[in-house]
């Protein structure tokens, strides 16, 4: 099976610039995760998606980062414009529903540098 | 509320067996467990549920007292493939929504 693809793995941006990350989760999980993981630190949800719809975007900034996942599928989140304390690794995570049970299975994540 | 790791850090030789604790100042309904090796993704270890149900990897124990709000993973005769940083996350809802992780336990096993 398949497992949460990210791309791009790395990614190094001037602040001010924007960037978008792409996050395919396993085949038939119908809920997605954005992590932001700063270096020391446990992961912090910014947003969850169940299929189409967001569950939970109470801690994602809204006025520079915006996620979408159109088809209930992939999803894309953006930055725009990166500060320098977005500097972090952004991990995808997926789990079959919403239930506290349920395990969720994290990609490999995008290392975004902000210079 | 971010749950409470402790400890920090912790050095053990090959064999020797760890704690690993996460504390929570709410009433919980799950806690996670992963393990993140540096530059990798977390590796899911074990959920444990109010109500007693545990779903996890055979090697791996684990407790959780829902009264204290609080989880003890156990690592028994460890190995160095166990080096890594562990993660809990709880879950304060029937949900998976608002599962927040605690800091880290960064866990180093010697030869």
């Known amino acids: 099976e398949a497992g949460v693809a990210q791309s791009p793995r790395y990614k190094i941006i001037e602040k001010r610039q924007s960037v978008a990350f792409w996050c395919n989760p396993i085949?038939?999980?119908?809920?997605l995760y954005w992590y932001q993981q700063i270096l020391g630190q446990g992961p912090k949800l910014l947003i969850q998606f169940q299929n189409n719809g967001v569950v939970d975007d109470s801690q994602l900034p809204k006025d520079r980062f915006s996620a979408e996942r159109l088809k209930g599928v992939d999803s894309t989140l953006k930055i725009q414009p990166a500060k320098l304390e977005d500097s972090a690794v952004y991990l995808c995570?997926?789990?079959?529903?919403?239930?506290?049970?349920?395990?969720?299975?994290f990609g490999p994540g995008t290392r975004l540098l902000v210079l | 509320q971010q749950p409470v790791q402790s400890p920090q850090a912790v050095i053990l030789r090959e064999g020797e067996d760890a704690v690993i604790n996460c504390s929570s100042s709410k009433a919980l309904y799950s806690v996670h467990w992963y393990r993140q090796k540096h530059g990798e993704a977390p590796v899911f270890l074990m959920i444990?549920?109010?109500?007693?149900e545990q779903k996890g990897h055979e090697k791996i124990s684990a407790s959780f007292n829902e009264k204290k709000q609080q989880s003890s993973l156990y690592l028994t005769a460890s190995q160095l493939s166990y080096s890594g940083t562990y993660f809990c996350g709880t879950g304060r809802t029937g949900s998976a929504r608002q599962l927040t992780f605690g800091s880290g336990t960064q866990l180093t096993v010697l030869p």
């Open positions: 444990l549920l109010k109500g007693g």
């Open positions: 085949s038939g999980h119908a809920t």
């Open positions: 995570a997926s789990s079959l529903t919403t239930s506290g049970g349920e395990t969720q299975y």
